[in-house]
């Protein structure tokens, strides 16, 4: 059954109100016809706007959607962390390295504890991206920074398995007790625009315009991989006990 809330979007832009739903995890259904009445069904109406051509419906995402929450373990509390709890606890500034990082450790979690809750303390994680966004994301997540069990390795290379970095690649390695599972963002995920660019910027040799660029790309690819099956994202390369 459908429960609908009151819409906070009068006024608002189609394109603002499309990015606000992003970051709230909810999904857009564009309502023309009857097309959408199943995925409608399967959600919790949120709200509705109405604009010259459209009608809009805010469906609440399921907990069988891809924006799954990641489970921790800490002293006994199992604790639930959202991309929300990563926003807050990092911000905006590296918003492309924490979408993707989120990614990475559902990936991970997936491989090492299937449907079960890693304790903090028993991760350790071993990363060739030494980018704050990541740093952060795996910090919330395990605490693995503040105890020592965070290290950057930017000599690990690409890969037919691993995309390239502007410095290092995108390779993680995430240990729970004894069992490991080495990562690798897939080719193609980073735009090659977006590491040119920030190549320049790491040199101060970035132009205003590709600073700006830059900047759209950051939220363009958490929009991009935020949605997406993390198998999609990352390759599992291999799954050591």
């Known amino acids: 059954m459908l429960k609908s809330t009151p819409s906070r979007t009068a006024g608002r832009s189609d394109n603002d109100l499309k990015a606000d739903m992003i970051w709230q995890h909810f999904i857009v259904v564009e309502y023309r016809d009857m ?7 399967q959600g919790c109406l949120c709200g509705i706007l109405t604009t ?25 509390d199992e604790l639930r962390l959202s991309f929300d709890d990563l926003v807050k606890y990092h911000g905006r500034g590296s918003i492309c390295g924490l979408s993707i990082t989120y990614k990475v ?37 395990g605490r693995v920074v503040t105890n020592g069990r965070y290290t950057v390795d930017k000599n690990i290379p690409p890969s037919d398995e691993i995309s390239i970095a502007a ?14 599972v080495e990562l690798g963002v897939k080719p193609g995920v980073v735009r090659p625009e977006f590491i040119d660019i920030k190549r320049k910027k790491m040199k101060n040799l970035a132009t205003p315009e590709e600073s700006a660029k830059f900047r759209e790309l950051q939220f363009e690819m958490s929009e991009r991989v935020l949605p997406q099956d993390p198998a999609d994202l990352v390759n599992v390369i291999q799954i050591t006990d």
């Open 167 to 180: 410095f290092g690649s995108y390779y993680f390695r995430i240990t729970c007790d004894n069992k490991s």
């Open 105 to 141: 450790i559902q990936r991970g979690f997936e491989a090492l504890v299937p449907g079960g809750a890693p304790a903090r303390e028993s991760l350790s994680v071993l990363t060739a991206f030494p980018g704050p966004g990541a740093q952060d994301a795996f910090e919330l997540v």
């Open 35 to 41: 097309t959408y009445t199943k995925e409608i069904d």
């Open 52 to 76: 010259n051509t459209s009608v809009y419906f805010f469906i609440g995402r399921t907990s069988g959607e891809i924006m799954n929450d990641l489970f921790v373990s800490d002293c006994g």
